[in-house]
């Protein structure tokens, strides 16, 4: 069913095969609907700035550190990045508004997803963007026993956020894996795009008000309209990936 984009994947990036260990799996938009807040609370912080910016365009900057976010809109604005003392203060702010206002649930789909992944002894490892608290602490509870605290890439522990791969090879070296053994799953154009230059099998799901042909565009080897048809799916792409090898080389 799915052998075509397999195929495909494997000429593009010169791979005999893909043989699934790990699952790198992005937070915000993919396991919670957080992605609204999160527009909304970057929308009026920068808007309180005085700068004029569209609010979906934050949707594009997901995966992206804070500071980077902070960063193009200032050059965009001024022609310069933001101190280290406007960065901190601008996104303390965007914090507390997320924090004050947002209360975002899980995903519908995303715990099928990942009881499915665990069910068949593929290591699971958080890659996030964020640094933000409020959503990280209810990982345990929401999602019990799929992310040990050593299975978990924040912005915390990256120099270069998403679309740089860093994070993603990041955590295939947590998971103890190579790039053929491991698939990502984002909702993200820049997290696509990192992935899919860390060398993983990427998966992009459409979550919010970005067109799967970004997705595609960035890099996304196959693309699914929702996470409940991701976690549908998923075995049979998984099964097809173990059974699809490059006949071309």
Request: hydrophobic residues 40%; charged residues 20%; contains cysteine.
């Amino acid at each position: 069913m799915y052998s075509a984009y397999i195929q495909r994947f494997l000429a593009q990036h010169n791979y005999i095969n893909v043989t699934p260990r790990a699952a790198l799996i992005d937070m915000d938009g993919t396991l919670y609907d957080s992605m609204p807040f999160h527009a909304d609370a970057w929308h009026k912080v920068i808007s309180d700035a005085g700068i004029d910016i569209d609010r979906d365009e934050f949707f594009r900057f997901e995966g992206r550190t804070a500071a980077s976010t902070i960063n193009i809109i200032f050059q965009r604005t001024y022609g310069r990045d933001a101190t280290p003392e406007e960065i901190e203060r601008i996104y303390e702010q965007k914090c507390h508004y997320f924090s004050s206002t947002a209360n975002p649930q899980p995903m519908p789909g995303a715990k099928d997803m990942l009881d499915f992944i665990k069910s068949i002894g593929m290591t699971e490892v958080l890659v996030t963007g964020s640094g933000q608290n409020s959503l990280l602490s209810r990982l345990d509870s929401d999602f019990p026993g799929i992310f040990t605290p050593e299975m978990r890439v924040t912005s915390r522990d990256v120099k270069h956020g998403k679309p740089n791969p860093e994070p993603f090879i990041m955590a295939m070296k947590k998971a103890g894996v190579a790039p053929n053994q491991s698939i990502v799953i984002e909702n993200a154009p820049l997290g696509v795009e990192a992935g899919n230059a860390a060398g993983a099998f990427t998966i992009g799901v459409t979550t919010g008000p970005l067109r799967r042909s970004e997705l595609e565009d960035a890099g996304a080897a196959i693309v699914f309209d929702s996470m409940v048809e991701c976690a549908e799916q998923l075995p049979v792409l998984i099964y097809s990936l173990i059974t699809t090898s490059n006949n071309f080389n």
